[in-house]
């Protein structure tokens, strides 16, 4: 059973046992539906709203002016480099957690999390004080002719560090439920490292890797404060969907904003399918 | 439980050469400490650099103690409705079965899909004063966009899952037995609640608030477009560190950043602690 931190862990299989409310319990039951429901549904309807209202061809144009074009290109290039690298290395952390011993891997577990404690605004910061003027390695990416703080490098590194634990997280846990008999008996069996991996362990953590992904990836997408304070939101150049949102707000250009929230909607619902069904196989397994 | 039959084997004891184990150990450390020891390094330096008393003085400048106590503030009373409305809720979903129930349990994470940027505009939409709901409230005497009710409202929002996804796997876990044991006993359903459940759900409650506490504090994206950020009145800590780093005072961003991220690396460290004294295993890794 999950038992990690942040909520990331997949519950496990409803009890079958579960009952129909009766009586007074229906009262819990309500309360428990409209608390949600007065929080969230009006502010989804509300956007919903002014969305329809500002009607489909003013907002399609919005999305394909250069600018939101650039910036939703950003956001996705960005999410998918910071998912990949996270991934690759969620399993790597998740692998040495789980199966590896060695003075110091408590320490390491603590570190994995610490990108929770981060706001993400210190995690830009921190970036600026690494590679921005008097910063630590300034004087290394200078001679290197290189640009991180108000460019790619530093906002990849900033959504990389921001959706850094969740894979870890999510796959952690199914590496430990799932025991290291079946690997043990392919070493036996004479395959080594790297077969073992493709061929026994990942299939038994597929479910969880995938839920872990689809986290990091709508973490990475929605990321906001960090590529703020390290890309400064230059229009076409390190400007993120995110970005282009709040700065249309300012703009009040309401249409843009809604044409761009609009489409992040569409990503959070396709990932939130995916996180549904990666738990549900999770569960079944 | 599966993980204690894995402990059996000892990680080397049939798996070929260990140099394998030993990159894969080298890859976790490189990765983590410069994603993650790094940054930390950075901004205890940078924030320590003049001195404990240069540090003392930015972190007690007032309007910078008025920002960090808001913020605690909000997420305390984001915290307390959390824990009673997550209990509530995660024991609905696990006890009763009714119609949209499963439907129910898959919108839960949504709040984890949807960008905190995004969740804050939509609160703007519904509550902004230049909105029907919004004008209609405020002609009462209530304001919530740009004031304290609004940075409460978005914290709920994105923190709604926590407390829900904590504590659901730990009632899943309970014996049916047990609590019908309590009932067979005499012992009405509020009492069973009260002193069969309540108290071995507890650690996990108490997990899953001071998490949602933990991501709370840093939370930037929703409040800067909701709170108004106004001095001494509805600026919050992070939105502090954010207009730190824009008006060039590093030593203030970073020394109100230590504080913030002192206080939110304790609470996952009493987490930690809390998860290990309820699952034992949890510790492992």
Known sequence: MARDSAGIESPPKARKRAESPRGLEWALVALAI???????????????????????????????????????????????AATALNTVFGLVVALVLTRDDFKGRRALNGLVDLPFAFSPVIAGFTLILLFGRNGWFMNLIDSLNLRVVFAL???????????????????????????????????????????????????????????????TFARAVGEFGAVLVVGGGVTRFTETATLYIYRSLDDRNEVGAYAMVLALAVISFCLLWLMEYARKHAQDE | MNATRAREYSPASVAPLPWGRWSLRAVALIWLGVMIALPLAVLF??????????????????????????????????????????????YVLTRYRFFGSR??????????????????VMLVLLYGPQRTLGAWLEARGVQIIFARPGIVLALLFITYPFVIRTVQPVLMAIEREQEEAAWTLGASRWETFTKVILPMITPAIVSGSLLSFARALGEFGS?????????????????????????????????????LLALSFTLMLLVDWLQKRRGGEHGAG
């Open chain 2, 103 to 120: 439907l129910f349990n898959s919108l839960i994470d949504l709040p984890f899909a949807i960008p905190t940027l995004v969740t804050g």
């Open chain 2, 223 to 259: 409040i800067v477009v909701v709170a108004g950020n106004i001095p001494r009145s509805t600026l919050t800590a992070p939105v502090y560190v954010f207009g730190q780093i824009e008006s060039q005072n590093q030593m203030g961003a970073s020394a109100v950043s230590i504080l």
């Open chain 1, 153 to 215: 490098p530093g906002m990849l590194m900033a959504t990389t560090f921001i959706s850094l634990p969740f894979v870890a997280r999510a796959v952690a846990p199914v590496l430990r439920h799932v025991g290291q008999e079946q690997e043990n008996v392919a070493y036996t069996m004479g395959a080594g490292y790297w077969r073992t991996f493709w061929s026994v362990t990942l299939p038994n953590i597929r479910w969880g890797l995938l839920y872990g992904v689809s986290l």
């Open chain 1, 34 to 80: 409209l608390y949600p429901a007065a929080l969230m549904a009006g502010p989804l309807l509300a956007i919903l709203w002014g969305a329809l209202s500002s009607g489909f061809g003013a907002m399609a144009r919005q999305l394909t002016s250069p600018e939101a074009a650039t910036a939703l290109k950003l956001t996705l290039l960005l999410s998918f």
């Open chain 2, 45 to 90: 330096e940078h924030g320590l650099r003049e001195g404990g008393v240069r540090f003392w003085a930015e972190i007690t400048n007032p309007v910078a103690l008025a920002a960090v106590r808001l913020t605690i503030f909000a997420a305390a009373v984001m915290t307390l409705i959390n824990a009673v409305m997550g209990t509530l809720t995660a």
